[in-house]
Nanobody
Framework: QVQLVESGGGLVQPGGSLKLSCAAS????????MGWYRQAPGKQREFVAA???????NYEDSVEGRFTISRDNAKTTVYLYLNNLEPGDTAVYYC????????????WGQGTQVTVFS
């Protein structure tokens, strides 16, 4: 079993930046992917970004160029840098761990709130 602990998030004005972190522990297998989904009120959970242990990345179109995902394999931690934030980015962001960036995933994080307000 893999456990995920998220940190980061918060309140920011449009154009601002935030950093999210997600640390994995437990039964970590070598070939894996970690990343983030988000869910806004009244909407379905949607893919944001992901990175494999080989450092391949994948981004949802609306965040590409504004968000950057990276990982530290030694720490099994993934980071999401959210830049040039927009009100439409407001959501709860959930980290995931799995064998690829396609569901199903083994584990989800508890979620962290990102609020962009003007």
């Amino acid at each position: 079993q893999v456990q995920l602990v998220e940190s980061g998030g918060g309140l920011v004005q449009p154009g601002g930046s935030l950093k999210l972190s997600c640390a994995a522990s437990g039964n970590i297998y070598r070939d894996n992917a970690m990343g983030w989904y988000r869910q806004a009120p009244g909407k379905q959970r949607e893919f944001v970004a992901a990175v494999t242990n080989g450092f391949s990345t994948n981004y949802e179109d609306s965040v590409e160029g504004r968000f950057t995902i990276s990982r530290d394999n030694a720490k099994t931690t993934v980071y999401l840098y959210l830049n040039n934030l927009e009100p439409g980015d407001t959501a709860v962001y959930y980290c995931f761990f799995g064998r690829s960036w396609y569901p199903p995933f083994d584990t989800w994080g508890q979620g962290t709130q990102v609020t962009v307000f003007s």
